[in-house]
């Protein structure tokens, strides 16, 4: 069936008579040079596309000399090394410690299925450890370093993987309990480049809360070729052991042949340094990011960003375009995904992105949305609903939780997510909120996305979290938390009575508490739990009085 946005186009094909030309078509001129002439211009010593001969096994053959002389990461190097000390890793140098740690694992008993668990900061050391253990045919298991150290043991507990590669710091936690290799350094292992094999990566593992899932990768790298930024530049803000960072960044980046930039920890006068000093052409993460570096005075007048992309929490409705009118050649980019569904199940950028700056994007031709009532019932375009999704890039399954795989999935195979969204006339999805992070005022739902984007709207805003706070009369109320842009200023008082006309009366904040920084989990996610818990504490503190008497705020409606 033709899709509805098609319908009032032109034909995609005329007849044939429509495709005769109306003038003589010319001969080619003669070519001044012939293909050996451009060839051997093209591939001269020094070029990118010098060729030498290589006997590959027992073969002569001619391949690329200067294949791997890429960058790949621009990385921190740990201490002793000073702060500003920073690495410089090309495809090749990769390419063989990957290769060498691989031949190593295969000496170990790592082989197809065997599960390796890998750990630590964004490094090197992280990069080349996961190569290797995919090179080997192994599954790597990635671990959150930023857990507590009881967590991360029940995490090793449950997947049982046949040793652990990790840094220095998870190495001393780890110690004694599992077979725990350490990368720092892991120069000492000998050159072992003699194996050659062809491997795929079909499956890696990745963590939610408690659990751990496994899920292919192959369709995201092919969704998100389109938004690899064409300098081959991008900063890395987030985690690799996260789905975002491993998947939508590393992958890609191995896929297009791009250039990495790592960060010790997120911080925007050390973003924008790095911006200019490695030539970064995409930045992105979560939308606070590219807020941050939308907002910042440190950023030349002069730099020019190619690409944003962004995922993972609501954005603020005028980000794409405040990031255009900054950058008018730029393309936003955003989607939605979760760890189960391999970062990345819709998608768009660009013009379409623009015109809708509440979407999320259609499917991928491998992926499937619908949403349903409470009874299961799928409804019609533009009704709310429990959001389900199927399709290649999820997960088999929680591994060792059959009992929450069980409970996640439908009759189907679709896959339960707990957002709340809609989907339009056009296929775009459109996400409500999270059905746990709903806010019920007086048997109101409220969906604190609604809350946040007309707080975001204020320019004065550059964060902004909406918990419920406990009233006797309406069971809940809204609590608000906000950081400020910088050089913003601005009373808690100020920012909830510039989003009251934007919202409807039951959404309006009772509370408003404005923040230094807002906390964050090591994927640049806000952490709901300790901010609900500031703001309820300021909440009894005040004795629960609201920002104003509700029957001011019915008079000026």
């Known amino acids: 069936m033709l899709h509805p946005a098609l319908k009032a186009t032109r034909p995609l094909l005329r007849p ?3 495709l005769r030309p109306t003038v003589p078509l010319l001969r080619p001129a003669k070519p001044l040079l012939g293909v050996d002439e451009c ?37 921190p190097i740990a201490a002793p090394e000073p702060f500003e000390a920073r690495e410089a890793v090309t495809f090749a140098d990769a390419y063989e410690k990957a290769v060498n740690l691989a031949a190593v694992l295969t000496e170990h008993g790592i082989g197809a299925g065997t599960r390796v668990a890998v750990g630590g900061v964004n490094s090197t050391g992280w990069v080349v450890s996961f190569l290797a253990v995919c ?17 991360q043991r029940h995490c090793l507990q449950l997947t049982k993987p046949h040793l652990t590669l990790v840094d220095d710091k998870l190495a001393a936690q780890l110690a004694g ?13 000998q050159d072992r480049t003699g194996i050659t094999a062809l491997h795929i990566i079909h499956s890696a593992p990745y963590q939610t809360a408690r659990h751990k899932l496994r899920e292919g990768v192959d369709p995201v790298v092919a969704a998100e070729k389109a938004i690899a930024p064409r300098d081959g530049s991008a900063l890395l803000s987030i985690p690799l052991f996260h789905v975002q960072g491993c998947l939508s960044w590393l992958i890609l980046a191995l896929h ?87 970062g990345f199940h819709t998608g768009f950028l660009g013009q379409e992105y623009l015109d809708k700056p509440h979407g999320a994007g259609q499917v991928l031709p491998v992926t499937e949305l619908k949403v ?50 809609f989907i339009d006339e056009f296929g775009d999805l459109h996400l409500v909120d999270r059905a746990k992070e709903i806010i019920v005022r007086g048997g109101e739902n409220i969906a604190s996305a ?55 009366y039951c959404a309006r904040p009772d509370i408003a508490v404005i923040v230094d920084k807002m906390p964050w989990t090591p994927s640049q996610k806000v952490v709901r739990g300790d901010v609900k818990k500031l703001v309820q504490e300021e909440w009894e503190r005040i004795g629960r009085k609201p920002l104003v008497d509700s029957r001011d705020a019915r008079a000026r409606m």
């Open 16 to 18: 044939a008579a429509a």
């Open 450 to 504: 609604e809350v946040e984007r007309a707080l975001l709207s204020d320019p004065r805003v550059a964060e902004a979290c909406a918990v419920p706070v406990p009233c006797e009369v309406m069971s809940e109320r809204v609590g608000v938390a906000v950081t400020l842009a910088p050089g913003a200023e601005a009373t808690p008082r100020e920012i909830a009575e510039t989003a009251w006309p934007k919202l409807r």
């Open 177 to 189: 309990k599992w077979e725990t290799w350490c990368w720092s350094p892991i120069d000492h292992l």
């Open 256 to 342: 297009n042949g791009s250039k990495l930039v790592f960060m010790r920890h997120w911080s925007v006068p050390m973003a924008v340094k790095l911006m200019v000093e490695e030539s970064v052409g995409k930045i992105g993460g979560v939308p606070a990011v590219a807020t941050a570096i939308l907002q910042s005075p440190l950023v030349p007048k002069d730099y020019q960003l190619e690409t944003v992309a962004y995922g993972g929490a609501t954005p603020p409705t005028d980000l794409a375009k405040n990031l255009v009118e900054r950058w008018p050649k730029l393309i936003p980019a955003t989607g939605w995904g979760m760890t189960e569904t391999s």
């Open 39 to 75: 060839d051997r211009l093209l591939t001269y010593p020094g070029s990118p596309f010098e060729t030498e001969r290589v006997n590959v096994n027992g073969r002569d053959l001619r391949v690329w000399k200067n294949w791997g002389q890429k960058q790949l990461l621009s990385t």
């Open 135 to 151: 090179l080997a045919g192994g599954v790597p298991v990635l671990l959150n370093n930023g857990l507590h150290v009881d967590a």
């Open 372 to 421: 349903v009532d409470a009874a299961g019932n799928e409804v019609p375009p533009g009704e709310t609903g429990t959001l389900l999704c199927r399709g290649q890039t999820l997960m088999k399954e929680y591994v060792g939780n059959a009992k929450a795989t069980s409970e996640s999935f439908r009759e189907g195979g679709w896959f339960d997510t707990g957002d709340i969204a």
